[in-house]
């Protein structure tokens, strides 16, 4: 997995990978069913667990239909290791959730520096 899409880091990569707005929904919600997951997996186990799960298949069909590419889940890590692989689908999973919360975090600083005043002075004449 290429970490700079033109040194732009990760975050860069990742939404280059991810530009259809149909597949960037539905990364959303996977990754807000698998943090759904996460946290009743402590409450109730075999339901977390099967949430976790379900975010997988959504996030893939929004590449394999929407994007027309493969997940960078399924790309070979650097060094063909198994705790190499395992690392990089690791950060792979990590990293979309963060993508998730810094695209929520712009939505929501564009809301907040968005103003609708309402009528002006000059609009009552």
């Known amino acids: 997995m290429a970490q700079d899409s033109e040194s732009g880091g990760f975050l860069a990569y ?3 990978a991810h ?3 149909l597949n960037r929904w539905m990364h959303h919600a996977a990754h807000s069913l698998a943090l759904i997951g996460i946290v009743i997996l402590f409450y109730k186990p075999w339901l977390g ?5 379900l975010a997988f298949p959504i996030s893939w069909t929004g590449h394999y239909v929407f ?4 997940p960078a889940f399924f790309e070979a890590p650097s060094r063909r290791t198994v705790g190499a692989s395992a690392a990089k689908k690791i950060q792979v ?7 998730s919360a810094v695209c929520l975090w712009r939505a929501c600083q564009r809301a907040l520096h968005t103003t609708d005043a309402g009528p002006t002075e000059g ?3």
């Not at 994007?67 to 493969?70: D, K």
């Not at 999973?93 to 993508?99: E, I, M, N, R, T």
């Open 14 to 16: 990742y939404e280059n």
């Open 93 to 99: 999973a990590l990293g979309g959730v963060v993508w």
């Open 67 to 70: 994007e027309a590419n493969t």
């Open 123 to 125: 609009d009552r004449e």
């Open 19 to 21: 530009r259809d707005p």
């Open 49 to 53: 667990v099967i949430l976790a799960l």
